[in-house]
Antibody
Framework: EVQLMESGGGLIQPGGSLTLSCVAS????????MSWVRQAPGKGLEWVSS????????FYADSVRGRFTISRDNSKNTLYVQMNNLRAEDTAIYFCAKYTVMGDLDHWGQGSLVTVSS | EVLLTQSPGILSLSLGETATLSCRAS???????LAWYHQIPGQAPRVLIY???SRAAGIPDRFSGSGSGTDFTLTINRLEPEDVGVYYCQQYGNSVRTFGQGTKLEIK
């Protein structure tokens, strides 16, 4: 059974930094691209970032490029996103999700809440 | 960036009716790489359709996707109570993926 478990969320002041982790199990982690998707309170889904299985290529939404860094450690079956210079508008539930070979997101974690507030 | 516009914003129908949800892209979606997701409040999204028209594993045939280029449709036949929630389209034909703003489906 595929499982994705996010951690690392919490309350952080504007301008601060936070790193989220997502531990994966139940599939061959290193062969699947992964993604972070967020959802602000009461709002829709926003794609944040993706990374290829090898970690060679990364992609970002304009809203986070230059502030967020996605990475992975295939030896630990873990996906990360380092978030710097956080803003109030970054407040959201952050989901990690697994890509299929077709490109859709077929498994999602339950999410980790990040609240940016003073 | 490919912008996706979903309509209607809210859809209110009765059990057994057919729901038709639209997703329009600001430019052609490469290789019709478009997916539909369903999200129930408090839960993670679940993929329904990928490649514009292929049902994901375990999705009943009441759900069907169609369309190409810039216009895509999700059709849900014989509405059931568990179909309530928000439906999102997403394009993955571009390295910068985008979601539509969602259509909320209510059962009268």
């Amino acid at each position: 059974e595929v499982q994705l478990m996010e951690s690392g969320g919490g309350l952080i002041q504007p301008g601060g930094s936070l790193t989220l982790s997502c531990v994966a199990s139940g599939f061959t982690f290193s062969t699947n691209a992964m993604s972070w998707v967020r959802q602000a309170p009461g709002k829709g889904l926003e794609w944040v970032s993706s990374i290829t299985g090898s970690g060679t290529d990364t992609f970002y939404a304009d809203s986070v490029r230059g502030r967020f860094t996605i990475s992975r450690d295939n030896s630990k079956n873990t996906l990360y996103v380092q978030m710097n210079n956080l803003r109030a508008e970054d407040t959201a539930i952050y989901f990690c999700a697994k890509y299929t070979v077709m490109g859709d997101l077929d498994h999602w974690g339950q999410g980790s809440l990040v609240t940016v507030s003073s | 960036e490919v912008l996706l516009t979903q309509s209607p914003g809210i859809l209110s129908l009765s059990l057994g009716e057919t729901a038709t949800l639209s997703c329009r892209a600001s430019q052609s979606v490469s290789s019709n790489y478009l997916a539909w997701y369903h999200q129930i409040p408090g839960q993670a999204p679940r993929v329904l359709i990928y490649g514009a028209s292929s049902r994901a594993a375990g999705i009943p045939d009441r759900f069907s996707g169609s369309g190409s280029g810039t216009d895509f449709t999700l059709t849900i036949n014989r509405l059931e109570p568990e179909d309530v929630g928000v439906y999102y389209c997403q394009q993955y034909g571009n390295s910068v993926r985008t979601f539509g703003q969602g259509t909320k489906l209510e059962i009268k």
